[in-house]
């Protein structure tokens, strides 16, 4: 007798749209779950090396002394934000719509929608046609697409750092791990290579949800295939990879030595700003300093000079800094000396 009452005034689309919403709205709660400890990891472990030395690269090549611990508090505020657009994206899919065939509810009473939304911890759309709109779901995919874009980012730092010529951190090598089944020698970044090329698959999976958006008239199903493939394996994917990288970054080797050595490697050259400003405090013009500190700059890149002893040497420079404020330029610390600052403006 019950029977009567299934489908009534419905469209397959209101039952299945409104289960998508609730599926995505449980998936973005347990990526949620995983990017807080995630966070958590990233912020134990930036603490650990707030003060640990490293240079800060720009294009590739040593810029100025940064420390280790700052570079994992930044990964763990892009994190913090990937958590807010979740959030944010977790609300635009907690949806649900029980309008009937083109979303004027003729065969079904809008109450009955409510009700149902209601008892699901959904909200009733405004406004649908045959189906809820794809601008939502591609808000959730494209989310998603930024968290993995956001663990590439960090697995490809790792990978850059476990480089042989850089080494200064690695992911963890157990004993009997093998990294090569022909080069026994070899401690490779395979988990961060991993995360890597899964992100990518979810930017794929964003350009598909994006493709989505656009429907014939009130509806048609050109979306409906795509969404079983790019929904399940976003946010399956999105969940491997934060436990993935999570156990990357606690149980990460960090070599300070060989920061520091890694640091020293240009000869002092990564002071050329502090030179560069001390002329200028003198009441050097800008661009006159520049060039006397970077035809130095060059003696050592170009012919392996010693920087300082040319910056000492140099007629121009010595004439308005003493030895003494030279030697004050090369002092790594006064680069760190802003440090607990910064980390003073998140909660650890």
């Not at 472990?45 to 002394?65: L, S, Y």
């Not at 000869?267 to 200028?280: D, F, K, M, P």
Request: with cysteine; aromatic share 6%; proline share 2%.
């Amino acid at each position: 007798e019950d029977s009567k009452y299934i489908h009534k005034g419905l469209t397959s689309s209101d039952v299945k749209d409104t289960a998508y919403c609730i599926m995505m709205r449980d998936a973005a709660a347990i990526i949620l779950d995983d990017l807080r400890a995630f966070r958590t990891v990233l912020r134990r472990r930036a603490d650990e090396f707030r003060h640990t030395p490293c240079i800060g690269r720009t294009h590739g090549i040593h810029a100025e002394p940064m420390t280790f611990g700052l570079k994992m508090l930044l990964w763990s505020a892009e994190i913090e934000r990937d958590i807010e657009r979740l959030t944010r994206a977790q609300e635009t899919v907690s949806v649900g719509k029980l309008s009937g065939a083109v979303g004027t509810y003729s065969n079904i009473d809008p109450r009955i929608e409510e009700l149902t939304c209601k008892r699901l911890g959904l909200t009733p759309v405004r406004l649908a046609t045959q189906v809820i709109q794809r601008d939502r779901h591609a808000e959730f995919v494209t989310t998603l697409a930024i968290i993995a874009g956001t663990m590439e980012k960090i697995a490809t730092e790792i990978r850059n750092l476990q480089r042989t010529d850089i080494r200064e951190a690695e992911e963890f090598f157990k004993a009997g791990q093998k990294g090569s089944s022909a080069m026994p020698h070899k401690r490779n970044p395979i988990n961060c290579e991993r995360v890597s090329g899964m992100a990518r698959l979810v930017r794929g999976n964003a350009v598909a949800a994006l493709e989505d958006m656009t429907l014939w008239h009130e509806r048609d199903i050109s979306h409906s295939s795509v969404e079983r493939v790019i929904l399940p394996d976003a946010t399956i994917n999105v969940d491997y990879c934060l436990h993935k990288l999570t156990g990357i970054v606690d149980k990460l080797l960090v070599y300070p030595d060989a920061m520091l050595h890694n640091m020293n490697r240009t000869g002092g050259l990564i002071y050329s700003q502090r030179i560069l400003t001390a002329l200028v405090n003198k009441g050097i013009l800008r661009q006159t300093a520049y060039v006397w500190v970077q035809r130095n700059a060059m003696k050592r890149w170009l012919e392996k000079e010693d920087f300082r002893t040319n910056v000492e040497k140099d007629a121009d420079i010595s004439a308005h800094l003493t030895k003494e404020e030279i030697d004050a330029c090369f002092d790594y610390t006064y680069f760190l000396r802003h440090v607990d600052s910064i980390f003073a403006r998140f909660d650890l």
